[in-house]
């Protein structure tokens, strides 16, 4: 398993200020093992995954997708902390964070084509 996807299930997890122990008892596992999926130290099977995904009320999809997408890029880390001070906001403010990002790219490839 992806060290993304076991970030992207402790930001879930966080978000809703869970301990790992709590967690693990909502899907039925050891909160043992959900500290190896959070780290990344052991693969969850399938049904776990779908789990974890029922518990958070999302699509397995939605925890798959956002890993691929973690894993293109360089330092995950760093993307981890900034949804995290996102999640606690307001929607008008995540939106507006967003366009600013936007802006912010679109003048770094106007930069780079010049």
């Known amino acids: 398993m992806s060290a993304a ?3 992207r299930i402790r930001t879930l997890r966080k978000k809703r200020k869970w301990t790992q122990h709590e967690l693990a008892e909502k899907v ?3 909160y043992t093992y959900m500290g190896e999926i ?3 130290e052991t693969n969850a099977t399938h049904h776990v995954l779908e789990k974890i995904a029922h518990v958070f009320e999302i699509p397995v999809a939605d925890l798959v997708q956002y890993t691929e997408i973690l894993n293109k ?3 995950t880390q760093i993307l981890v ?3 995290e ?3 606690s906001r307001s929607l008008e403010v995540q939106n507006d964070a967003k366009k600013f990002i936007e802006i912010y790219l679109n003048g ?3 930069n780079a084509k010049l």
Request: proline share 0%; net charge negative.
């Open 5 to 7: 996807l076991g970030q």
């Open 28 to 30: 039925g596992i050891s």
């Open 38 to 40: 959070e780290r990344a």
């Open 73 to 75: 890029i360089e330092n």
């Open 81 to 83: 902390e900034i949804i």
């Open 85 to 87: 001070m996102l999640s």
């Open 108 to 110: 770094l490839d106007r």
